[in-house]
């Protein structure tokens, strides 16, 4: 038996109301350009539009003009989406609560996440989007995902409860020397300001 072996999210769809209003959540909104128009190639009373999310990646939105909705419609039980977060920079995410409030969109306020910060709110129809900012960046030739089980691994050891800053910092530091040669012989952390 072997694994199909994925490599990235290629793109998630989801179900919307009429073009207009999908448009003016996910460009006007949260800032993705509207990359891509085609019908529904399964259903040709849908529209299918593409949206850029930041990373070449793709949402893509079914719309149909005689569609409602309702902002409490988007169920989370078992087996549903719960939420969609998108990254977003620590300049944007602290101006987020500024942003949502100018158009009324009720929302959950900054949430302290140890190794990112986030906001949730609910697009048109109820379901939950978070903005996400890492307060971290990987080094270089590193994924978020490399630093995050290395912090884990921190986390663990320590027994602490959650991802924090100091297990943050301490992955990054194990990535740069495990990635990055040197020519020193002894790379541990040193004092040069010793009395003399």
């Given at each position: 038996m072997r694994k199909l072996q994925t490599q990235g999210v290629h793109h998630i769809t989801l179900t919307?109301?009429?073009?207009?209003?999908?448009?003016?959540?996910?460009?006007?909104?949260?800032?993705?350009?509207?990359?891509?128009?085609?019908?529904?190639?399964?259903?040709?009373?849908?529209?299918?539009?593409?949206?850029?999310?930041?990373?070449?990646?793709?949402?893509?939105?079914?719309?149909?003009?005689?569609?409602?909705?309702?902002?409490?419609?988007?169920?989370?039980?078992?087996?549903?989406?719960?939420?969609?977060?998108?990254?977003?920079?620590?300049?944007?995410?602290?101006?987020?609560?500024?942003?949502?409030?100018?158009?009324?969109?009720?929302?959950?306020?900054?949430?302290?996440?140890?190794?990112?910060?986030s906001i949730y709110f609910k697009d048109p129809l109820g379901l939950l989007i978070e903005l996400a900012s890492y307060r971290f960046e990987p080094p270089l030739g590193c994924s978020h995902a490399d630093v995050m089980i290395r912090a884990h691994r921190h986390r663990v050891a320590r027994g602490d409860h959650h991802i924090d800053r100091i297990h943050l910092a301490d992955a990054l530091e194990d990535l740069v020397v495990a990635r990055q040669d040197s020519l020193s012989s002894d790379r541990s952390a040193k004092n040069p300001y010793r009395a003399d």
């Amino acid at each position: 038996m072997r694994k199909l072996q994925t490599q990235g999210v290629h793109h998630i769809t989801l179900t919307g109301v009429d073009r207009q209003t999908t448009i003016d959540f996910w460009e006007g909104v949260l800032g993705m350009p509207f990359v891509f128009d085609q019908p529904n190639l399964d259903n040709p009373d849908e529209g299918h539009v593409y949206f850029d999310p930041g990373d070449g990646r793709l949402i893509t939105v079914f719309t149909n003009e005689n569609r409602s909705g309702t902002a409490d419609h988007t169920p989370t039980e078992p087996g549903c989406v719960h939420h969609l977060a998108f990254s977003v920079s620590q300049a944007t995410f602290w101006q987020a609560v500024e942003r949502l409030d100018e158009r009324g969109i009720k929302h959950s306020g900054p949430k302290d996440r140890g190794f990112m910060d986030s906001i949730y709110f609910k697009d048109p129809l109820g379901l939950l989007i978070e903005l996400a900012s890492y307060r971290f960046e990987p080094p270089l030739g590193c994924s978020h995902a490399d630093v995050m089980i290395r912090a884990h691994r921190h986390r663990v050891a320590r027994g602490d409860h959650h991802i924090d800053r100091i297990h943050l910092a301490d992955a990054l530091e194990d990535l740069v020397v495990a990635r990055q040669d040197s020519l020193s012989s002894d790379r541990s952390a040193k004092n040069p300001y010793r009395a003399d």
